[in-house]
């Protein structure tokens, strides 16, 4: 995938916060590591390679990314082996996905090897804020966003992409209570749900802010049209374990193409699990809870990892699904996903890019 090596300018702080950071209390998204990757899309391309301390930026205020949303981020993570090899999880399958979002808001694509050297070379820079602890890893956020400094409403003709990181412990304690949506929506057919944008996370808010008050800790989001089908669960895919089969929806422009599930359902597929990529109704996996052919339910992300469901809330009732550590195709799963991601199996799929 790498053509040439990127020209990228780096500036280390002289004040790192490492030591002063506590690895055992991490809560996600509030620690970054020490620097950040900066570049300048004008004139037609791509510009200015930098790594610098992690810090403020200074913009216009009339930014379009401020105004009409022009603002898209991946997620993705890096793992320390035991033998300290660091490596970050699948980046070309983000890379590829960064482009379909570039492409959904107008905004120009990165070529992959440039998103996968940015991110190589600012993990190598923080090398040592990788975490070492199992199921904690470095976080890595990279996005872009529109920088044109005027109000109309027409696509920027200046970008800037950025990459920041930060060490992370597991996103969810316990199972997950769920609440199976069928007031909002998370996406419609012709939208841009398929497209990591910001404005998709903007308008889950509320719709997440009434399920947690009404005491769940995540949806299942249904389909925009009939509330009847499942689509994703909160900001992470959704999978299901019905009658032996792995069950899931199939990807379409209402659903992320996460990289997690991918991960999952090639692990699945080498198992030789059977598969269905498809619609799944809310009455299927509600009869599959009564009669107990739902034997396993999680959600599926690079954030979330593998979280199971503990309960589903639908029409008035709260389904109880199995202990999470009876279910074992998700135990198995996840701990197939960790011994790969920790470098203890061996890499079969070349997943792993080593920094
Ligand atoms: N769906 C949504 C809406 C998400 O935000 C995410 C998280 O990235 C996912 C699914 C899972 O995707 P991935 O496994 O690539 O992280
Ligand atoms: C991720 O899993 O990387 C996500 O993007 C979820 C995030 C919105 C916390």
């Avoid at 090639?266 to 009455?283: C, K, L, Q």
């Amino acid at each position: 995938m790498t053509t040439e090596t990127l020209d990228i300018k780096i500036t280390k702080t002289n004040h790192s916060r490492l030591a002063e950071t506590d690895f055992d209390n991490l809560v996600f998204g509030h620690t970054f590591a020490d620097h950040m990757f900066v570049a300048d899309y004008a004139d037609g391309e791509w510009k200015n390679f930098q790594i610098v301390p992690y810090g403020e930026i200074g913009l216009s205020p009339a930014i379009s990314a401020l105004h009409y949303g022009q603002a898209f981020f991946e997620g993705l993570k890096a793992y320390k082996h035991e033998d300290g090899t660091v490596s970050v999880f699948r980046p070309d399958k983000n890379a590829a996905r960064f482009n379909k979002s570039a492409q959904r808001l107008c905004m120009p694509d990165l070529p992959e090897d440039i998103f996968v050297q940015s991110i190589a070379a600012l993990v190598d820079v923080d090398r040592d804020w990788v975490p070492t602890a199992e199921n904690h890893s470095l976080y890595i956020r990279p996005f872009m966003f529109a920088t044109d400094p005027y109000l109309g409403v027409v696509p920027s003709k200046t970008y800037k992409f950025m990459v920041l990181t930060g060490p992370v412990g597991p996103y969810f304690s316990k199972p997950l209570r769920v609440k199976i949506e069928t007031e909002y929506t998370r996406a419609a057919e012709g939208g841009f749900g398929y497209a990591k944008a910001a404005g998709n996370y903007a308008g889950a808010m509320l719709p997440t802010r009434r399920a947690v008050e009404q005491g769940f800790d995540q949806m299942i989001w249904t389909d925009a049209k009939e509330h009847l089908y499942a689509e994703e669960m909160g900001a992470a895919n959704v999978m299901f374990v019905l009658d032996g089969t792995l069950v899931t929806p199939s990807t379409r422009d209402t659903i992320l193409d996460g990289v997690t599930r991918n991960t999952v359902l090639a692990i699945a597929r080498d198992w030789g699990m059977p598969i269905e990529e498809r619609r799944v109704s809310i009455a299927e996996i509600i009869e599959g809870a009564k009669s107990g052919k739902l034997t396993d339910a999680f959600g599926a992300g690079t954030a979330a990892t593998i979280a199971p469901v503990g309960s589903i809330f639908y029409e008035g009732e709260e389904y109880h699904l199995s202990d999470p550590a009876s279910r074992e195709f998700s135990t198995k799963l996840f701990k197939k996903l960790n011994d790969i991601r920790y470098g203890r199996v061996a890499d079969e799929h070349g997943w792993n890019y080593t920094v």
